[in-house]
């Protein structure tokens, strides 16, 4: 889920709610943003999960973080993480945050409630952010999908002796003949399929 709120009386857009985060994390590109120096960070210890890798942060910061509007709202003080990594989205609202604020989170209707003085404060999902992250993270993917592991590319994107022709076609992958055996499907054996080697033919 994909939210906007006010984080240092700035609004930030394309923060993740993640119930499944120990952690809440801004990257330093938003730091930057809202003018604050990486001076005013503390130490803190290095995590894992975010990136696929162990991240170690440029520090953490205490921040409010507001929900609502004039008419209804609240602020709660959220220590954040800072990161200089890559991320399609600007940071990450982890259990710290939803504790802190009460928050529950309604999956189905793409919904974030959190109690107020005034009453139940109802956060509407960025669709349209949230479709411009998942795009991002497929174009991330995809490149990394076409570097083999173990070559770089130069400055054009071609790698080391490659050539800047268009590529041949990928032969489709039929599986490890190792791992993998066919099957008649039918007894003149013109339909076959393939399945692993450790399955039964029935």
Same mark, same amino acid.
């Given at each position: 889920?994909?939210? #906007? ?10 923060? *993740?709610?993640?119930?499944? %985060? %120990? *952690? ?21 210890? !290095? ?5 696929? #890798?162990?991240?170690? +942060? *440029? ?11 004039? =008419?209804?709202?609240? $602020? ?6 800072? /990161?200089?990594? @890559? ?12 504790? =802190?604020?009460?928050?529950? %989170? ?6 974030? =409630? ?10 509407? /999902? ?14 991330? !993917?995809?490149? $990394?999908?076409? !570097? @083999?592991?173990? !070559? ?6 071609? @790698? +080391? ?7 041949? =076609?990928? /032969? ?6 190792? *791992? ?23």
């Amino acid at each position: 889920m994909i939210v #906007s709120p006010v984080i240092h009386n700035y609004k930030v857009t394309k923060m *993740l709610v993640d119930g499944g %985060s %120990s *952690l809440n994390l801004l990257t330093a590109k938003v730091l930057a943003i809202l003018q604050i120096p990486q001076s005013r960070l503390q130490d803190t210890g !290095v995590f894992q999960g975010v990136n696929g #890798s162990v991240t170690r +942060p *440029l520090g953490k910061i205490t921040l409010p973080v507001t929900f609502g509007d004039s =008419k209804n709202f609240r $602020t709660e003080e959220i220590v954040f993480d800072i /990161a200089d990594t @890559p991320l399609p989205y600007n940071g990450i609202l982890g259990r710290p945050a939803l504790a =802190k604020f009460m928050a529950v %989170s309604h999956f189905a209707y793409n919904m974030l =409630k959190i109690p107020a003085p005034w009453g139940v404060i109802k956060i509407h /999902a960025d669709i349209d952010d949230a479709i411009y992250c998942v795009q991002q993270l497929n174009q991330a !993917v995809a490149i $990394t999908a076409d !570097v @083999p592991q173990g !070559v770089q590319e130069d400055d054009a994107g071609v @790698p +080391p002796g490659g050539s800047t022709s268009t590529p041949s =076609k990928k /032969a489709p992958f039929h599986g490890d003949p190792q *791992l993998t055996k066919k099957v008649a499907l039918t007894s003149d054996g013109v339909r076959s399929i393939t399945i692993g080697a450790r399955l039964t033919d029935k």
